[in-house]
């Protein structure tokens, strides 16, 4: 019978526990936010998603060379040296059309290493962090402020003229006299 009473008891101890560790809940506020409408203050220095600013970007490759997942993709067409481009918001001359910047959100580490080389600071961290798409071409952010077409034909001008240049050194290269072979040296004296 004593068995009987000590296990009321203890049943009756144990839930007394539980309750006072509600009642110590109980008059809390909440410590959960309500996601989609309130968003948690993230400390300075946050790694989220990456944005350029295409009108100050001086298309240096800088931030695609060091990138180690290879995620920046850039294409810049040399501007002619009558075209003035102006300059980035540093002051350094923008020499370049920057007919393609793409960044695959995907493959990027957050590593921010791309916004630390970048001269003109045109490349940060944004404060959005969230990166759910519904298909994965949309997880590509095109930056470029030419439209595909007029960026084709840009880089195929670019490329032409690059070629020609090349044609034109291979004929003057052939055109040239050969250089005459330096005479043989004497073999030294052996004794």
Not at 153 to 180: C, D, I, N, V, Y
């Amino acid at each position: 019978m004593s068995q009987y009473f000590k296990n009321v008891f203890s049943g009756v101890y144990t839930v007394l526990i539980g309750m006072r560790e509600t009642w110590k809940h109980l008059f809390r506020p909440a410590t959960t936010i309500r996601y989609p409408h309130a968003r948690v203050e993230l400390p300075a220095g946050t790694r989220m998603q990456l944005f350029n600013n295409v009108d100050d970007c001086i298309g240096c490759l800088k931030c695609a060379r060091i990138c180690p997942v290879d995620c920046i993709y850039i294409d810049t067409v040399k501007a002619k040296p009558t075209e003035d481009l102006g300059k980035a918001s540093t002051g350094n001359p923008i020499r370049q059309h920057v007919v393609r910047f793409d960044i695959d959100m995907f493959k990027c580490c957050y590593c921010d290493l791309c916004t630390t080389v970048c001269p003109t600071e045109c490349l940060y961290m944004t404060d959005k962090y969230e990166s759910t798409v519904y298909e994965r071409s949309n997880g590509i952010f095109h930056f470029s402020k030419y439209e595909p077409a007029l960026a084709a034909k840009m880089l195929a001008e670019q490329a032409a003229e690059e070629a020609a240049a090349a044609a034109a050194r291979a004929a003057k290269a052939a055109a040239a006299p050969p250089k005459p072979k330096p005479a043989a040296a004497a073999e030294p004296a052996t004794h």
